[in-house]
Every structure is written in structure tokens, then in C-alpha cells.
């Protein structure tokens, strides 16, 4: 009788390498995918980033620039303002001393005219013997002008101009009351005028053969502005004719 043979093997463990390889497969498309997506992911926050960046930057720039202009526009306004302030002073300056050195010629004119109507002399009181440098002053008492030729520049202190209730005038004064000093100093210079036209300044005369015809009038006005010493010179010949 055959004996049967028994396989004691113990039974091998089941393996589907089909299987595994489609799954294994599968992972890596899934990692694949997943990587993909990430990377998909990434590419998008960072054009993101940058589209932010760049928009923010933009805007700064924008700013920056808007900001330069406005400033530039303020600062030439103010510039422009400020210029014309200071126009419209040095103009009102100016005015003030062109009167002032136009009310100069006047009165030298006045006294010529007033000599010639009742002095007989048309040229007394233009000179103190050889100086032809004065200031004109006012006398309120008289309510006439004379000259003065104690002083003998722009330096001094006659030469000063006061203002009282928008009057300006000079006065032999250190402080004349109620009056207020302004930065205006006035001064005439009344050289003579020869036969021949020349003109003979203070410390000589026109000589004998070369009489005296004329005058030759300077009415020099100075003052302080903001920015310099200002000067002012109004010239006329006035001549012995009527």
C-alpha cells in the first residue's frame, strides 16, 4: 500500500507584482500631481507677491513723485509770493525816495523863483561861500525853506529824514518831538555852471571871465533796504533865465 506523500512546506506568502507596480505607479503620479500642484501653488503666491510688490512700489513711486511735484508747485508759489512782497517793497521804497528827491528839485526851484521876485539875486542862499553841499529845511515859524550847508555827505545827521502824521522832513534836531526817524537821508548838491558849460564843484568858484550862469542841481536821496544801501540821484540845471 502507497504511503502518501505530504508536503510539509509551509504555504508561500501571495505576491501580485502587477499589482504592486500599478499601485507603485500610481503613488508617484499622485506625488507627481501633488508636487505639480505645489509647485502650481507656489508660482502663483509668488506672481502674487510680485504683482503686489510691483503695484506697491508703483503706488509709492507714484507718491513720491506727486508729492515732489505738489512740493515743487507750494515752494514756487511761496518763492513767487515772497518775490513779489519784496518787488512791491523795493517799489514803494523806490517811490518814497523819488519823491522825496523830486521834492528836492522843487524846493531849489521855489527859492530861485522867490529870489527872482523879491531878492533881485537869483542865485542867494545856493552857496555859503564855497560849499555847495545842503540840506533843505523847513521853518514852521516862517512856514518857508532855506538851505543849510552845515553838513557835507549823505553821513550826516541833517541829512536824516523824519516823518510826522506822513510828513517826511529834515531838521537841524537830534530828535525832533513827536516825529519818528526813517531810513531816508537827503541831501543837494548845487554846483555852478560856467559860461562855457563847466561845471565847478565845492571848493572853487567860476572865475571872472567865466561868470556864473547856472546851477547845476543834484538832489540825492539814500536808504536801507533789506538786502543793501540804496541811492537815488535826481539831476536839473537851473539857469539865471525867466
Known amino acids: ?33 501633488w508636487l505639480l500642484m505645489f509647485g502650481y501653488w507656489l508660482l502663483i503666491q509668488k506672481t502674487t507677491n510680485r504683482i503686489k510688490i510691483e503695484q506697491s512700489g508703483q503706488g509709492l513711486l507714484e507718491t513720491i513723485i506727486s508729492l515732489g511735484i505738489i512740493g515743487s508747485g507750494i515752494i514756487g508759489m511761496l518763492s513767487l509770493t515772497v518775490s513779489n512782497q519784496a518787488a512791491s517793497v523795493d517799489s514803494s521804497e523806490q517811490l518814497i525816495a523819488a519823491n522825496l528827491a523830486r521834492e528836492g528839485m522843487e524846493i531849489t526851484r521855489n527859492l530861485r523863483d522867490s529870489n527872482w521876485l523879491f531878492r533881485g539875486v537869483w542865485d542867494q542862499g545856493f552857496k555859503s561861500g564855497t560849499d555847495y553841499t545842503a540840506t533843505p ?106
Open 137 to 242: 529845511l523847513f521853518d514852521k515859524s516862517t512856514n518857508l525853506w532855506a538851505l543849510n550847508f552845515t553838513p557835507d555827505s549823505l553821513a550826516h545827521n541833517y541829512a536824516r529824514l523824519w516823518r510826522e502824521g506822513g510828513v517826511y522832513f529834515q531838521s537841524s534836531s537830534d530828535n525832533p518831538p513827536g516825529a519818528g526817524l526813517t531810513a531816508y537821508r537827503r541831501i543837494l548838491q548845487l554846483d555852478e555852471i560856467c559860461a562855457d558849460k563847466t561845471v565847478v564843484q565845492s571848493g572853487a568858484s567860476c572865475p571872472a571871465l567865466n561868470p556864473k550862469i547856472g546851477i547845476k542841481v543834484q538832489s540825492i536821496v539814500e536808504w536801507q533796504s533789506k538786502t543793501a544801501t540804496q541811492q537815488l540821484v535826481m539831476e536839473e540845471q537851473l539857469f539865471n533865465w525867466r
Open 1 to 33: 500500500m502507497e504511503t502518501p506523500i505530504i508536503n510539509n512546506q509551509s504555504p508561500r506568502k501571495l505576491q501580485f507584482p502587477i499589482t504592486k507596480k500599478i499601485f507603485n505607479f500610481g503613488n508617484w503620479v499622485l506625488e507627481f500631481v
